[in-house]
Structures are given as structure tokens and as C-alpha cells.
């Protein structure tokens, strides 16, 4: 019988791989192999690698979203052959940033534990909003000029092999819109050595990449990218889930780090699929059917 691999990014030990875990494996009870496929172009390698191996196995990639736009990533998740898949959200943490699933902690944490701190918790989730919504603006300007990068990337392709990188050395929450514009442009500089002919393509003169800011700068300014959620897939979740655990340490003094949060919120993960049917990920949901359908179950 065929083996059915699905591969993430990560490494073994990584939230990607006990995320999917708990829910793919222990939940849905699927008979997969999750393979770690580290980062970068890696996980692609892997899948590839795990296919040519053994004659009719057959491998399936997840991998972040990103600064990818929705579009295509919805495209490939309605194409029932599809194998390679992104996830909607920038990241996988992202649906650890689930409001539901954060006040389940914290309602485990007044559960169980009698300490004075537990006081100092958002009490529900509109609470939790707010804090989240509160710390999230320092991330802004990092996502706008990565975005940026990524669309200015996807044009790249169409004029030349060469590659646009993203600036080094903008701290991700105190980058200036200077720093950003800046970096931008002198990574362009430096493309014009090999890469002629974006010297005469609109999309990367001046005033074409101001206004590309500008406007991704109001979509994230808008009231509706907080008040909606949508900051909470679309934000970097590594980011915005360690700027969150901050937050909760200097309120609570608890947890203790980031890692801990984390191991509490994918283990409330694979409580609530056991015991409450309505408080699972979309996304999860329908890799799992996809794979069900692939291993026969």
C-alpha cells in the first residue's frame, strides 16, 4: 500500500509538526508520516525527494502563505489534484492566535491554578481582542514593506532571473517608512547591474513603489483589518505571538516563555477537536479531508 506523506516547514520539534500532529494524526487518526522539511525551497526538495523514493508513495506540501496574496492560495486549495497547498494564514501560529482557542487557555489557567496573577488575564475574548489589536501596529510597517518586497518580487519574474531581496537589517518592530523606502530602492539599485531591464519597468520606479505603500498602508490602517481579524491572518505569527506573550508577562508575569504559551495552546488545540466539534481550524479541516480521501479512509 502507497505511503501518504504530508510535508511542512519546520523541524521535527517544530509547532508546524506538532500542530499537525495533534490535529491530523491523533484526532483524525489519518495514516500519514509528517515529514519535516526545514525552510526556504527545503520542504519542495523533500516532497520531491519522498516521491522519486518509492514508486506510487505519494507526498503532499503545506507551507506558509506568507506575503502571497489570497488569490491563488484559495485556487489551489478548489483544485481537488492540487498536492502543494499554502495555508491561508501568513503562518501556522497564526491559528494559534485563534481568539477562541487563547480564552480556553486562560479559562484552563483559572481551571487549575490558584496564583494572584491569574487575575490579571483578559477575561473573554473581546478582551483578548483588544490586546492583540493593541500591540499589533508595531508590526505594520514590517508587513507593508515585506508585502511590498513580495509583489515587487512576483513582477521580478517576468523581466529576468535575477532575485529581489528583501533589505537586511530593519528591525522588524521599530523600521522606519524611511528605512523601508530606503532598503527598497537600494536593493533595486543593486538588480540594475544584472537585471537591465527593470531600469525601464514602471513597477519599480519611485513613484510607482511609494504608491504601492500607500495603499497597502491604508488596507492595514483601516478600522476593518483589526475590527475584522483579519490582522490575525495576515500579520507574521511568530511575531505577533511573541509580541502577545510579552504583553501577557509584563501583565501577569506568566507564562514563563513564549515556548510555554505555545505547548499550552497547541495541547488546548487537541483537547478541544476531542471534546467541542465547533472549535477547530478551517484550514485543517479540509487537509484532512483531502488526505482522507487519498489514503481511503
Same mark, same amino acid.
Given at each position: 500500500m502507497a505511503q501518504v506523506y504530508l510535508v511542512c516547514e519546520g523541524e521535527r520539534s517544530s509547532r508546524d509538526v506538532r500542530l499537525l500532529d495533534a490535529v491530523l494524526a491523533q484526532h483524525y487518526k489519518l495514516p500519514i508520516v509528517i515529514e519535516p522539511g526545514g525552510g526556504g525551497g527545503n520542504p519542495r526538495?523533500? %516532497?520531491?525527494?519522498? @516521491? &522519486? %523514493?518509492? *514508486?506510487?508513495?505519494?507526498?503532499?506540501?503545506?507551507?506558509?502563505?506568507?506575503?502571497?496574496?489570497?488569490?491563488?492560495?484559495?485556487?489551489?486549495? *478548489? !483544485?481537488? !489534484? @492540487?498536492?502543494?497547498?499554502?495555508? &491561508?494564514?501568513? @503562518?501556522?501560529e497564526n491559528y494559534l492566535l485563534e481568539l477562541w482557542l487563547i480564552h480556553e487557555v486562560f479559562e484552563e489557567y483559572r481551571r487549575t491554578l490558584g496564583d494572584p496573577w491569574v487575575a490579571g488575564l483578559p477575561a473573554n475574548q473581546p478582551a483578548i481582542d483588544i490586546a492583540l489589536q493593541t500591540i499589533s501596529p508595531r508590526l505594520f510597517n514590517d508587513h507593508i514593506g515585506r508585502t511590498v518586497c513580495g509583489q515587487l518580487r512576483q513582477h521580478k519574474k517576468t523581466l529576468g532571473a535575477t532575485e529581489l531581496n528583501v533589505p537586511a537589517g530593519i528591525d522588524p518592530l521599530a523600521g522606519t517608512v524611511a528605512q523601508w523606502h530606503a532598503g527598497i530602492q537600494a536593493q533595486i539599485t543593486q538588480l540594475h547591474a544584472t537585471c537591465s531591464s527593470i531600469a525601464g519597468a514602471a513597477e519599480f520606479q519611485v513613484a510607482a513603489i511609494t504608491a504601492r505603500w500607500a495603499a497597502i498602508e491604508h488596507s492595514v490602517q483601516a478600522a476593518t483589518f483589526l475590527t475584522t481579524g483579519e490582522y490575525r491572518r495576515d500579520l507574521k505569527g511568530k511575531r505577533l505571538l511573541n509580541l502577545f506573550w510579552k504583553y501577557l508577562w509584563n501583565t501577569c508575569h506568566y507564562p514563563a516563555t513564549e515556548d510555554d504559551l505555545a505547548n499550552d495552546l497547541i495541547a488546548t488545540t487537541r483537547r478541544m477537536y476531542r471534546t467541542t466539534p465547533d472549535r477547530t481550524f478551517d484550514d485543517f479541516d479540509q487537509l484532512a479531508a483531502r488526505l482522507r480521501t487519498v489514503c481511503g479512509t
Open positions: 526538495i523533500v %516532497r520531491s525527494w519522498l @516521491e &522519486r %523514493r518509492v *514508486l506510487g508513495d505519494i507526498a503532499f506540501l503545506i507551507h506558509d502563505r506568507d506575503y502571497e496574496p489570497l488569490a491563488p492560495i484559495d485556487a489551489g486549495w *478548489l !483544485n481537488p !489534484n @492540487e498536492r502543494s497547498l499554502a495555508w &491561508r494564514s501568513h @503562518e501556522i
